[in-house]
């Protein structure tokens, strides 16, 4: 037993967990032993054994009077059970190790208690047991000298200020939470909920530069480890996330799903996380049927696959449903989770000739960024007021926006949404007369897109952009018009009310500066409307626009 007790010491999980497993066949383990045994099960990623072992090993120190080791145990138990996102199961286990400290002596298990209790509050986005949890932890670390504590206190109050508004503040407590995890002084399993923690905020803060930072650093923490083990996994799946950022789908998109695969059962908020990225690059791609199972995957575990799911269905002419869903996602969605929804909303409302509600979208993630400050924000409000101000018509205030937008991408090598950038400058620069840079910028998306292998893109822009700014909707609508079609009968062939027929009327009526449909008729006939539009319908399908949805 001591070669497998000194292959568990040295992180060498698939050599310990052999010669454990092979002497647990032989006789009897101890209860030191059969712990081991547990926990090499779950690195190695045999969870529900490890569970069930684990189970047992809290009842032999429950029952033999181990009572520390027993409230460390139910501890370590709801942790697991977090992670895979039972959070009843992780409460019941945290309620059990409460049971068990409130009859010992202050000690370093109660930390790890308010830890638990404010990270399964937290998921239910009650934010004043966190901010209370990190006091308590500050002042018990302080006490009983625990630098792994402070840790625990670093991150619920860097959460807290992040949360809040105060992201300097909050990244700089974070930033100081990983210290000890990286000087491994948390037991792996916690300092491993703690990185997730931190990369789940730099990925929803679009801060892609300490992101690209702490896995780094984290990669560097899961060498210690000998083998595959359950944090090289989640590190994979947020290397993968930064690749698709950077446009490396090809290297991507086989990788994550692997990945993702993996960590099922291990840990299904980041496999959950997986699937939707895998979603997102095969909506991007042109793969309806494939984006949709990753998304149906995604959201069984516990991952809300928007707004990949909403533009999904718009582009199968599901419009309404699409706006219905990504309305229902913001609404649950407070300050700062939200914002990765709202430029997918600012999109989604143009298409359906929702100008007020674009704005209002719009608004709102500009007054987020503001307050949270980081890049990403910054760059997705230039792109949702670029949007807008080229859907109103107004290129030249357009431009400098979009610029803006652009700047912020490049700083993230954001390849996919600085070609976006591109498009909708070719739409502003088209609109002043300015055919060379509305070229130039044409062919600067176009190039990025196929390289991307972004079909549905390319193959919107390989039919030319439309005239007078039209979005690919608003033109469709045009030609039932000038065809003769009352706006019930463009309705139904869209799969759209007639209300949002109304709307993209009025809204295409001032970009092409006319009043009547007679007018606007004659229009669509002088500039060939017909023939581009079926263009366009021939390679993207009805629903195709000339602003399409960013990824979150």
């Known amino acids: 037993?001591?070669?497998?007790?000194?292959?568990?010491?040295?992180?060498?999980?698939?050599?310990?967990?052999?010669?454990?497993?092979?002497?647990?066949?032989?006789?009897?383990?101890?209860?030191?032993?059969?712990?081991?045994?547990?926990?090499?099960?779950?690195?190695?990623?045999?969870?529900?054994?490890?569970?069930?072992?684990?189970?047992?090993?809290?009842?032999?120190?429950?029952?033999?009077?181990?009572?520390?080791?027993?409230?460390?145990?139910?501890?370590?138990?709801?942790?697991?059970?977090?992670?895979?996102?039972?959070?009843?199961?992780?409460?019941?286990?945290?309620?059990?190790?409460?049971?068990?400290?409130?009859?010992?002596?202050?000690?370093?298990?109660?930390?790890?208690?308010?830890?638990?209790?404010?990270?399964?509050?937290?998921?239910?986005?009650?934010?004043?047991?966190?901010?209370?949890?990190?006091?308590?932890?500050?002042?018990?670390?302080?006490?009983?000298?625990?630098?792994?504590?402070?840790?625990?206190?670093?991150?619920?109050?860097?959460?807290?200020?992040?949360?809040?508004?105060?992201?300097?503040?909050?990244?700089?407590?974070?930033?100081?939470?990983?210290?000890?995890?990286?000087?491994?002084?948390?037991?792996?399993?916690?300092?491993?909920?703690?990185?997730?923690?931190?990369?789940?905020?730099?990925?929803?803060?679009?801060?892609?530069?300490?992101?690209?930072?702490?896995?780094?650093?984290?990669?560097?923490?899961?060498?210690?480890?000998?083998?595959?083990?359950?944090?090289?996994?989640?590190?994979?799946?947020?290397?993968?996330?930064?690749?698709?950022?950077?446009?490396?789908?090809?290297?991507?998109?086989?990788?994550?799903?692997?990945?993702?695969?993996?960590?099922?059962?291990?840990?299904?908020?980041?496999?959950?996380?997986?699937?939707?990225?895998l979603g997102e690059i095969r909506r991007l791609r042109g793969d309806a049927a494939g984006a949709q199972d990753a998304y149906d995957q995604a959201r069984r575990l516990g991952t809300d696959p928007q707004p990949g799911e909403s533009l999904l269905r718009h582009a199968a002419g599901h419009s309404e449903q699409a706006w219905a869903g990504l309305c229902a996602a913001l609404a649950e969605r407070g300050r700062p989770a939200g914002a990765g929804l709202l430029r997918a909303g600012v999109a989604l409302a143009l298409d359906l000739g929702r100008q007020d509600e674009a704005e209002r979208l719009c608004a709102e993630l500009e007054a987020t960024a503001a307050a949270f400050r980081t890049t990403g924000f910054r760059a997705w409000a230039a792109h949702a007021r670029g949007m807008v101000l080229v859907a109103q018509g107004r290129f030249a205030e357009a431009l400098p926006v979009l610029h803006a937008a652009a700047a912020g991408y490049g700083a993230l090598h954001a390849r996919y949404e600085g070609a976006l950038i591109r498009e909708l400058l070719c739409g502003a620069h088209l609109g002043l007369g300015e055919t060379e840079a509305a070229a130039a910028a044409r062919a600067q998306a176009l190039a990025v897109f196929r390289t991307l292998g972004a079909g549905p893109d390319a193959g919107r822009l390989d039919g030319g952009p439309l005239p007078g700014g039209l979005t690919t909707r608003e033109a469709d609508v045009l030609c039932l018009i000038a065809s003769g079609a009352s706006n019930k009968e463009a309705a139904q062939a869209l799969f759209i009310s007639q209300k949002t027929v109304s709307r993209h009327l009025a809204n295409l009526f001032t970009k092409i500066g006319v009043s009547s449909r007679t007018a606007a008729a004659a229009w669509a006939h002088e500039h060939d409307l017909h023939r581009m539009t079926h263009t366009a319908r021939a390679t993207m399908g009805p629903a195709a626009d000339v602003t399409p949805g960013p990824r979150p």
Not at 59 to 75: I, N
Not at 96 to 120: H, M, T
Not at 184 to 191: G, K, N, R, T, V
Not at 203 to 229: K, S
């Open 1 to 277: 037993m001591s070669t497998a007790r000194e292959a568990y010491a040295r992180g060498e999980w698939g050599s310990a967990h052999r010669d454990l497993a092979r002497a647990r066949e032989l006789g009897h383990l101890s209860t030191a032993d059969l712990d081991l045994l547990g926990s090499t099960q779950w690195w190695v990623g045999e969870v529900s054994e490890s569970l069930a072992v684990s189970e047992e090993v809290y009842h032999r120190y429950h029952d033999g009077g181990d009572l520390p080791q027993a409230a460390m145990k139910a501890l370590n138990l709801g942790l697991l059970w977090f992670v895979r996102g039972e959070l009843v199961i992780a409460s019941g286990w945290a309620s059990r190790a409460r049971r068990i400290l409130a009859a010992l002596p202050e000690c370093p298990e109660d930390g790890y208690l308010l830890y638990l209790d404010a990270s399964i509050a937290l998921d239910f986005n009650d934010m004043e047991p966190t901010r209370q949890a990190a006091l308590r932890l500050e002042e018990l670390g302080r006490r009983l000298q625990t630098s792994g504590l402070t840790s625990f206190s670093l991150v619920l109050s860097g959460l807290t200020e992040t949360w809040q508004g105060d992201p300097s503040l909050g990244f700089a407590q974070l930033d100081e939470a990983m210290l000890p995890v990286l000087a491994s002084q948390l037991p792996p399993e916690w300092a491993g909920d703690i990185y997730c923690t931190v990369m789940h905020i730099c990925h929803t803060l679009a801060d892609l530069p300490r992101m690209r930072a702490w896995t780094d650093a984290t990669e560097q923490w899961c060498r210690q480890f000998q083998g595959e083990v359950v944090y090289s996994g989640i590190c994979r799946v947020h290397r993968l996330q930064l690749l698709c950022v950077e446009g490396h789908w090809d290297q991507a998109e086989e990788a994550i799903e692997r990945s993702g695969s993996e960590l099922i059962d291990r840990n299904n908020w980041v496999a959950g996380e997986a699937y939707h990225q």
